[in-house]
């Protein structure tokens, strides 16, 4: 009897340890996937901008007839020359309208908050917002929603030399990742390798047409209300478009609150002219977009850009979207395809 016990004990013991090994080693998966999983997101941003040179590269080489690495070369060689020139005409004066927006809103906001004291709502919303609970969680998850994995710059220098790797040999990367898979399946690699070529080249044109449009409409929305720091506030609007449904939200605030400080008609002037622009970009831009991508469900983008940014920061809520275009187009091509129509 005694014997049985022990044998008991000793069992119970040993289902202890797996039970305490597996959780461990699933602990130890999901820390490698999350810190794996940045890493992922900033080879995509790589691959993003190889994507974009090389676009360049082939019109250079279908319009002039230059060779393919030539073309390449040019092509990386004009963009980062367009940037320098940008800056060099453009970034004294867009340096001080950053500086005076970042002492402006301080005081902009305490008027808002004065403002919005006058009413008992306001009030109750001021309350609520200077709770030290909710603002320690707010201030959290804000924190965890933008953060970046080696600090912005350090992303950024990674991301681009990712970039150049890729956009100088892009061949190397894709025999290499054609290498990996069974013989039976490298052909259907080759296609999806492909369609993602498509998707993310259709991507980058569709936003920065969504750059140029936003950019432009509310820089000149802006300076026919009068609102000040135009040029920077049209350039924030601008690369909000590179971030749907957070993104605008984002660019609204700081041109709503400098509006309010004037009065507040040119407070709600400025919402309607940020809604207007968002409506006619939605109508305009967001049919070209969806006609040369796969078609992602609104619902799908803003679960995977709030996933994502938990897991991620700022990189996983800015590549949300891409990220999620190349999942579906990988499905779409395994699974979704290969069904019979009674099946859909």
């Not at 927006?101 to 001021?126: A, F, H, M, R």
Request: one cysteine or more.
């Amino acid at each position: 009897m005694e014997n049985t016990d022990n044998n008991g004990l000793q069992d119970f013991k040993i289902k202890v340890w797996m039970v305490g090994r597996i959780l461990a080693l699933i602990l130890i998966v999901l820390l490698l996937f999350k810190n794996l999983f940045s890493v992922l997101l900033f080879v995509l941003a790589g691959i993003i901008i190889a994507t974009y040179f090389h676009s360049c590269a082939k019109i250079l080489n279908k319009k002039f007839k230059i060779p393919s690495k030539a073309s390449t070369l040019i092509a990386v060689l004009l963009n980062i020359g367009l940037i320098v020139l940008f800056f060099w005409f453009i970034g004294a004066r867009l340096e001080q309208q950053i500086a005076e927006l970042s002492d402006k809103l301080p005081q902009t906001l305490e008027n808002y908050k004065e403002w919005l004291q006058q009413y008992p709502v306001g009030g109750k919303i001021l309350n609520s917002i200077s709770d030290t609970n909710y603002s320690g969680k707010a201030i959290s998850t804000a924190k965890k929603f933008f953060s970046s994995t080696f600090g912005i710059a350090g992303d950024l220098y990674i991301i681009t030399l990712l970039g150049l790797f890729f956009t100088a040999n892009p061949t190397v990367y894709k025999k290499g990742f054609l290498h990996l898979m069974p013989t039976k399946a490298k052909s259907m690699a080759q296609t999806i390798l492909t369609e993602i070529h498509e998707v993310m080249k259709n991507w980058i044109k569709g936003q920065l047409f969504g750059f140029m449009f936003i950019a432009i409409l509310t820089g000149l929305g802006l300076w026919i209300l009068g609102i000040p720091l135009v040029l920077t506030l049209a350039l924030l609007a601008g690369l909000s478009n590179f971030v749907p449904n957070f993104g605008p939200v984002i660019a609204l605030i700081p041109a709503f609150l400098l509006a309010l400080k004037s009065d507040s008609t040119s407070a709600l002037l400025v919402v309607g002219l940020y809604t207007f622009i968002q409506l006619v970009q939605s109508a305009v831009t967001q049919p070209f977009i969806q006609k040369k991508m796969v078609n992602i469900p609104p619902a799908i983008i803003i679960f995977g850009q709030v996933a994502m940014g938990m897991l991620c920061g700022f990189w996983g809520v800015l590549l949300a979207t891409p990220f999620l275009a190349i999942i579906m187009t990988v499905v779409n091509k395994l699974y979704v395809d290969k069904q019979s129509p009674d099946q859909l």
